[in-house]
């Protein structure tokens, strides 16, 4: 019996993954558009080498990442030479600041905020209480389906508005680059359960030393390709059609068994067949976008930051990364922008606005010889409270299998969640294999 071909759609994490659990068991092609793989976890090809490197935005990873680490892991990604771990720390330089401690969950967290500067010991327990009462609601919206708004949450706990502003929000930004009136509690919530109420280990921070295109795409695209899995860049899909009579899928004029769909949702909304449901057309187009901006900063002095991830509570860039706390360049630093899309954002001089607050951390410095501005302005779907999951039983009827970070149930757009979800798209493939064969008219 000849094994199954299928094509993966699409080269970003979700892809990859999925291409990664398909090898061996059918034979795989990935098609991925752009001359790289990576999607919007890749290097940046840079004109001047101004930088050590430059990477699309700054990404990091958390403990609890473990499909993504042991993607990696699996290509043979030397994890200390190309990943900074260190404990979970919140350094509000203007505000409150913690670092778990070496316990066991949940005294690393209890210890760590009870130990933390910037609050007094009744306004630590009142984030304390808080965070336990989100667990409790947790639990029960788990098994209720229930969900709300972070916005809804904190008014109905009356939390204070020092911990809205020098906690949740800068905590929502980051986790769900979603606003409060609009963040679902639920994932806040799952991304929690797994992460930082888990266990010390699943709480640390993990961000790459370099560049994401040496140290995580190429490793990952040799594993691709030791598995025989035949990678074509540069090659753009215009369509997909039904095969005509029992299963299988046109892409554009290349028969396949099966196809995994890991682009980007308003890519897919194009690619899918015409008579594809309203409610999967509808589902789609509803999705809503937000940017994320990155600021490169290069000075001819040292930039000593006093945290790996440096916040500012009052400030319009949400966290400075200083590479030399990396084992990289200390003359370089990357700004982070969470909802760079929100009217209050708007027009804004980036570049300038970075200097300036930095400014406030290091007051010596000058001006800055090098700077680079990133704009991922449709970074992450917007993750939104009661937000219904993409419809994919008409899909996969018809041997069609949607992956990316924005199909994941449980979290936000995460690379956790991209590499999962392909995982996931592979394994409901196979299992959909021996389904009887059903005969559909090509379009």
């Given at each position: 019996?000849?094994?199954?071909?299928?094509?993966?759609?699409?080269?970003?994490?979700?892809?990859?993954?999925?291409?990664?659990?398909?090898?061996?068991?059918?034979?795989?092609?990935?098609?991925?558009?752009?001359k790289v793989l990576g999607g919007?976890?890749?290097?940046?090809?840079?004109?001047?080498?101004?930088?050590?490197?430059?990477?699309?935005?700054?990404?990091?990873?958390?403990?609890?990442?473990?499909?993504?680490?042991?993607?990696?892991?699996?290509?043979?990604?030397?994890?200390?030479?190309?990943?900074?771990?260190?404990?979970?720390?919140?350094?509000?330089?203007?505000?409150?600041?913690?670092?778990?401690?070496?316990?066991?969950?949940?005294?690393?967290?209890?210890?760590?905020?009870?130990?933390?500067?910037?609050?007094?010991?009744?306004?630590?327990?009142?984030?304390?209480?808080?965070?336990?009462?989100?667990?409790?609601?947790?639990?029960?919206?788990?098994?209720?389906?229930?969900?709300?708004?972070?916005?809804?949450?904190?008014?109905?706990?009356?939390?204070?508005?020092?911990?809205?502003?020098?906690?949740?929000?800068?905590?929502?930004?980051?986790?769900?680059?979603?606003?409060?009136?609009e963040a679902s509690l639920l994932?806040?919530?799952?991304?929690?359960?797994d992460g930082v109420w888990s266990?010390?280990?699943?709480?640390?921070?993990?961000?790459?030393?370099?560049?994401?295109?040496?140290?995580?795409?190429?490793?990952?695209?040799?594993?691709?390709?030791?598995?025989?899995?035949?990678?074509?860049?540069?090659?753009?899909?215009?369509?997909?059609?039904?095969?005509?009579?029992?299963?299988?899928?046109?892409?554009?004029?290349?028969?396949?068994?099966?196809?995994?769909?890991?682009?980007?949702?308003?890519?897919?909304?194009?690619?899918?067949?015409?008579?594809?449901?309203?409610?999967?057309?509808?589902?789609?187009?509803?999705?809503?976008?937000?940017?994320?901006?990155?600021?490169?900063?290069?000075?001819?002095?040292?930039?000593?930051?006093?945290?790996?991830?440096?916040?500012?509570?009052?400030?319009?860039?949400?966290?400075?990364?200083?590479?030399?706390?990396?084992?990289?360049?200390?003359?370089?630093?990357?700004?982070?922008?969470?909802?760079?899309?929100?009217?209050?954002?708007?027009?804004?001089?980036?570049?300038?606005?970075?200097?300036?607050?930095?400014?406030?951390?290091?007051?010596?410095?000058?001006?800055?010889?090098?700077?680079?501005?990133?704009?991922?302005?449709?970074?992450?779907?917007?993750?939104?409270?009661?937000?219904?999951?993409?419809?994919?039983?008409?899909?996969?009827?018809?041997?069609?299998?949607?992956?990316?970070?924005?199909?994941?149930?449980?979290?936000?757009?995460?690379?956790?969640?991209?590499?999962?979800?392909?995982?996931?798209?592979?394994?409901?493939?196979?299992?959909?294999?021996?389904?009887?064969?059903?005969?559909?008219?090509?379009?």
């Open positions: 019996m000849n094994r199954r071909k299928v094509a993966v759609i699409g080269g970003g994490w979700a892809g990859m993954a999925a291409a990664e659990a398909l090898a061996g068991k059918t034979d795989v092609v990935l098609l991925e558009a752009g919007r976890a890749r290097a940046v090809r840079q004109s001047h080498h101004d930088f050590s490197f430059i990477d699309n935005g700054q990404h990091m990873l958390l403990g609890a990442y473990h499909q993504c680490l042991g993607l990696l892991q699996r290509a043979g990604v030397d994890a200390q030479a190309v990943l900074h771990r260190e404990r979970m720390s919140w350094y509000q330089a203007d505000g409150f600041r913690f670092q778990a401690a070496r316990w066991r969950s949940p005294w690393h967290l209890l210890v760590g905020i009870i130990k933390g500067r910037g609050a007094t010991v009744r306004e630590k327990w009142q984030l304390l209480k808080h965070m336990r009462r989100l667990q409790v609601w947790h639990r029960g919206a788990v098994e209720n389906g229930q969900d709300m708004t972070v916005a809804q949450w904190l008014e109905s706990e009356q939390v204070a508005q020092k911990w809205q502003q020098q906690f949740w929000q800068p905590l929502v930004w980051g986790a769900l680059n979603t606003a409060l009136r994932r806040l919530g799952n991304v929690l359960q266990t010390r280990a699943n709480s640390d921070m993990v961000l790459p030393k370099t560049d994401l295109g040496q140290s995580w795409v190429e490793p990952v695209a040799g594993l691709l390709r030791r598995k025989k899995v035949v990678v074509e860049t540069a090659r753009r899909v215009s369509a997909l059609s039904h095969a005509g009579e029992g299963h299988g899928v046109w892409v554009d004029d290349d028969y396949f068994d099966a196809v995994v769909l890991a682009v980007a949702p308003y890519h897919a909304s194009q690619l899918l067949p015409r008579n594809v449901p309203g409610d999967v057309s509808a589902a789609l187009s509803s999705l809503a976008y937000h940017a994320i901006t990155t600021v490169y900063l290069r000075y001819e002095q040292n930039v000593d930051l006093p945290a790996t991830l440096t916040g500012l509570a009052h400030g319009k860039v949400q966290w400075f990364i200083g590479r030399g706390r990396l084992g990289g360049d200390n003359n370089e630093v990357t700004a982070v922008i969470s909802l760079a899309d929100a009217p209050a954002h708007r027009d804004v001089d980036w570049a300038q606005v970075a200097h300036q607050e930095l400014l406030n951390l290091c007051p010596l410095l000058s001006h800055p010889v090098a700077v680079r501005v990133i704009t991922e302005k449709r970074a992450t779907v917007s993750c939104c409270a009661n937000r219904q999951p993409i419809p994919q039983a008409w899909l996969r009827q018809h041997d069609i299998y949607l992956a990316g970070d924005y199909v994941h149930d449980r979290y936000p757009c995460t690379l956790e969640g991209a590499v999962q979800s392909g995982q996931l798209a592979a394994a409901a493939l196979l299992a959909d294999a021996g389904r009887p064969a059903m005969a559909f008219k090509r379009l």
